[in-house]
């Protein structure tokens, strides 16, 4: 098993080599985080999401992804108003 540090350089580089618009650049993001701080992975998404690059990025991702918007939507009702998420006027926003 490689050591946290090994990991992380891991998960950075490859996010690095990964072209902007995919996706797996958010899930090596998280796995990085979670890496780092020790947290579990909502909280992870709220540290990524202080981020303002990434914030914008996960918006447009969840209003223009049908995969994402139905993650989102499904984080919503499993967190109520503990939801990282919220909508307004048929627009999802990172509260």
Same mark, same amino acid.
């Given at each position: 098993?490689?050591?946290?540090?090994?990991?992380? +350089?891991? $998960?950075? %580089? =490859?996010?690095?080599? #990964?072209?902007?618009?995919?996706? @797996? /650049?958010? &899930?090596? #993001? *998280?796995?990085?985080?979670?890496? =780092?701080? +020790?947290?579990? *992975?909502?909280?992870? $998404? +709220?540290?990524?999401?202080?981020?303002?690059?990434? =914030?914008?990025?996960?918006?447009?991702? *969840? %209003?223009?992804?049908?995969?994402? !918007?139905? +993650?989102?939507?499904? &984080?919503? =009702?499993?967190?109520?108003? /503990? @939801?990282?998420?919220?909508?307004?006027?048929?627009?999802?926003?990172? !509260?």
């Amino acid at each position: 098993m490689q050591d946290a540090a090994s990991l992380m +350089a891991f $998960y950075r %580089n =490859r996010r690095a080599e #990964l072209d902007p618009s995919d996706g @797996s /650049r958010w &899930h090596l #993001l *998280i796995k990085e985080i979670r890496l =780092r701080e +020790a947290c579990g *992975i909502e909280e992870a $998404y +709220a540290i990524a999401l202080t981020d303002p690059i990434w =914030r914008r990025w996960f918006e447009r991702q *969840i %209003n223009s992804d049908p995969t994402c !918007r139905k +993650a989102a939507l499904r &984080h919503m =009702r499993d967190n109520g108003d /503990r @939801s990282l998420i919220a909508q307004r006027d048929g627009r999802l926003f990172v !509260r």
